[in-house]
């Protein structure tokens, strides 16, 4: 249930490690959509406290996949790492309240009692054997780590939305580090304040996250704090049912972006990935926005299919995204296959051509290689299927047609329709017999849109050039 009184704050907070991974992707769209849903805000936190592991790369990385997901922050984004006296500052407070202690357990004590508890088929946590140590018989020249003093009987419940209501026995949890011995807060302490203090209603997640939520939870408890409502999503999956990988394909948003997929189509698949209403599948962001709701996220994995994704990418092309949206796409995936700038005169060519080439194409890569063939150089190369269509047969069928064309004087499609049906009719040969050799000249390929359509496109003086060089 949702607190109507309360204004609802989602975040999401990833770990500047690498690229926006395509299941944070959809961890950040959930939290996003509930936020928008409640009339809420949604923030974002970059959890850089792994300084060893986090890059300013990985932060540009993750900022450049959400901007063109489009789900941005809606206040200044937060980094973990410069709140750490904040962090400390709480540590050093429980620390008084005697809910925290100092341990000087060394590395090669830690060691040994991971080993002791693996050969007796105990939890690897810490022992506790600093928890109540007398402070009079410290080791010199040691800098202890400041660990929380969890509570040891009892259970505590996670109330979540998704998984229900989770038990974990206290015992089973240790008592897990706040401050490094370097004085350094841990991502577990550091989570539990800032979470506190951008006022996180919902705390939206990987389901991988459980039993932090447990070890938070205590925290939170001891901290005399409200705890935030949980919501544990399943994780994505391969198709091969493994948790996804980097075996099963492209896990960056970045290279989703790269393979031609359209921004608001790939948030309908991910949406689709693990939350359902109905049996919609075609869902806009407005219709999102409406109907998100934690009911609607189901209890299972979900399973990242690309047939699915490709399939949804080319719907969204066809009749979702305007033609401004797919142009704009398409313009960097052409220039790139061209090396080289469009001008503007290429650009007014190509807004023509895109209205029809776009029915055939699943992804901006497809319809950016449909499209080449209007701006390459002549000659053109011939791929080796078109050269069939271009043998004695085929090149004496063009010389004719060449005549016909050439004297027409209003080039558009319409009449361009009109020459080659008054030249079927007068040499008594088939559509495919004339269609084939000059979709060969014309575009290299043995396959096209209409040949009246490539004709205007082209240009009179560009086709009969082309023509020519066949002939």
Same mark, same amino acid.
């Given at each position: 249930?949702?607190?109507?009184?309360?204004?609802?704050?989602?975040?999401?907070?990833?770990?500047?490690?690498?690229?926006?991974?395509?299941?944070?992707?959809?961890?950040?769209?959930?939290?996003?959509?509930?936020?928008?849903?409640?009339?809420?805000?949604?923030?974002?936190?970059?959890?850089?406290?792994?300084?060893?592991?986090?890059?300013?790369?990985?932060?540009?990385?993750?900022?450049?996949?959400?901007?063109?997901?489009?789900?941005?922050?809606?206040?200044?984004?937060?980094?973990?790492?410069?709140?750490?006296?904040?962090?400390?500052?709480?540590?050093?407070?429980?620390?008084?309240?005697?809910?925290?202690?100092?341990?000087?357990?060394?590395?090669?004590?830690?060691?040994?009692?991971?080993?002791?508890?693996?050969?007796?088929?105990?939890?690897?946590?810490?022992?506790?054997?600093?928890?109540?140590?007398?402070?009079?018989?410290?080791?010199?020249?040691?800098?202890?780590?400041?660990?929380?003093?969890?509570?040891?009987?009892?259970?505590?419940?996670?109330?979540?939305?998704?998984?229900?209501?989770?038990?974990?026995?206290?015992?089973?949890?240790?008592?897990?580090?706040?401050?490094?011995?370097?004085?350094?807060?841990?991502?577990?302490?550091?989570?539990?304040?800032?979470?506190?203090?951008?006022?996180?209603?919902?705390?939206?997640?990987?389901?991988?996250?459980?039993?932090?939520?447990?070890?938070?939870?205590? %925290?939170?408890?001891? $901290?005399?704090?409200? &705890?935030? #409502?949980?919501?544990? @999503?399943? =994780? !994505?999956?391969? /198709?091969?049912?493994?948790?996804?990988?980097?075996?099963?394909?492209?896990?960056?948003?970045?290279?989703?972006?790269?393979?031609?997929?359209?921004?608001?189509?790939?948030?309908?698949?991910?949406?689709?990935?693990?939350?359902?209403?109905?049996?919609?599948?075609?869902?806009?962001?407005?219709?999102?926005?409406?109907?998100?709701?934690?009911?609607?996220?189901?209890?299972?994995?979900?399973?990242?299919?690309?047939?699915?994704?490709?399939?949804?990418?080319?719907?969204?092309?066809?009749?979702?995204?305007?033609?401004?949206?797919?142009?704009?796409?398409?313009?960097?995936? %052409?220039?790139?296959? $061209?090396?080289?700038? &469009?001008? #503007?005169?290429?650009? @007014?060519? =190509? !807004?023509?051509? /895109?209205?029809?080439?776009?029915?055939?194409?699943?992804?901006?890569?497809?319809?950016?290689?449909?499209?080449?063939?209007?701006?390459?150089?002549?000659?053109?190369?011939?791929?080796?299927?078109?050269?069939?269509?271009?043998?004695?047969?085929?090149?004496?069928?063009?010389?004719?047609?060449?005549?016909?064309?050439?004297?027409?004087?209003?080039?558009?499609?319409?009449?361009?329709?009109?020459?080659?049906?008054?030249?079927?009719?007068?040499?008594?040969?088939?559509?495919?017999?004339?269609?084939?050799?000059?979709?060969?000249?014309?575009?290299?390929?043995?396959?096209?849109?209409?040949?009246?359509?490539?004709?205007?496109?082209?240009?009179?003086?560009?086709?009969?050039?082309?023509?020519?060089?066949?002939?």
């Amino acid at each position: 249930m949702v607190d109507q009184m309360k204004k609802v704050v989602t975040r999401f907070a990833p770990s500047p490690t690498g690229f926006l991974h395509i299941g944070g992707a959809r961890t950040a769209l959930f939290n996003w959509l509930f936020a928008r849903h409640h009339g809420g805000e949604f923030l974002i936190r970059i959890e850089d406290t792994d300084r060893k592991r986090s890059n300013q790369e990985a932060v540009d990385a993750i900022f450049d996949g959400l901007e063109w997901l489009g789900l941005m922050s809606d206040s200044e984004i937060v980094f973990q790492y410069e709140r750490r006296e904040r962090h400390s500052k709480i540590a050093y407070q429980l620390l008084e309240q005697g809910k925290a202690y100092k341990c000087y357990a060394s590395k090669e004590e830690l060691t040994e009692m991971r080993e002791k508890a693996k050969s007796n088929g105990l939890a690897l946590g810490y022992d506790g054997r600093w928890r109540d140590a007398n402070s009079l018989n410290v080791p010199k020249n040691v800098n202890p780590v400041i660990r929380f003093k969890a509570p040891q009987d009892g259970q505590i419940t996670i109330k979540d939305h998704v998984q229900g209501n989770v038990i974990f026995q206290n015992k089973e949890l240790d008592d897990m580090i706040l401050l490094r011995a370097d004085g350094t807060p841990t991502y577990m302490l550091s989570v539990v304040v800032d979470d506190y203090d951008m006022g996180i209603t919902h705390i939206i997640r990987g389901d991988d996250h459980l039993t932090n939520a447990a070890r938070q939870a205590q %925290l939170i408890n001891a $901290l005399g704090w409200d &705890l935030p #409502e949980y919501v544990h @999503i399943p =994780l !994505i999956h391969g /198709t091969d049912g493994a948790k996804l990988s980097k075996r099963h394909g492209a896990l960056g948003a970045d290279a989703y972006r790269d393979m031609g997929y359209l921004p608001d189509a790939l948030k309908n698949y991910l949406l689709r990935l693990g939350w359902s209403h109905g049996d919609e599948e075609i869902i806009s962001e407005a219709q999102a926005i409406e109907w998100f709701d934690l009911a609607g996220i189901g209890k299972s994995p979900s399973q990242l299919d690309f047939a699915k994704l490709e399939n949804l990418n080319g719907i969204y092309m066809r009749e979702t995204a305007t033609d401004q949206i797919i142009f704009d796409g398409l313009i960097p995936f %052409l220039e790139q296959k $061209l090396s080289r700038v &469009l001008d #503007e005169a290429e650009k @007014i060519k =190509l !807004i023509t051509a /895109t209205r029809e080439l776009k029915k055939r194409a699943k992804n901006l890569h497809d319809l950016a290689e449909s499209a080449k063939f209007l701006f390459i150089s002549r000659p053109l190369e011939i791929a080796p299927k078109a050269l069939k269509s271009l043998d004695e047969d085929g090149k004496n069928t063009l010389s004719k047609i060449y005549k016909d064309l050439e004297i027409l004087n209003e080039w558009n499609e319409e009449n361009l329709q009109s020459v080659i049906e008054t030249f079927i009719e007068r040499e008594e040969i088939g559509f495919g017999k004339v269609a084939q050799p000059l979709r060969s000249a014309l575009t290299g390929n043995n396959v096209s849109p209409g040949i009246s359509e490539v004709l205007e496109w082209l240009g009179k003086s560009e086709s009969l050039g082309r023509i020519n060089d066949q002939i």
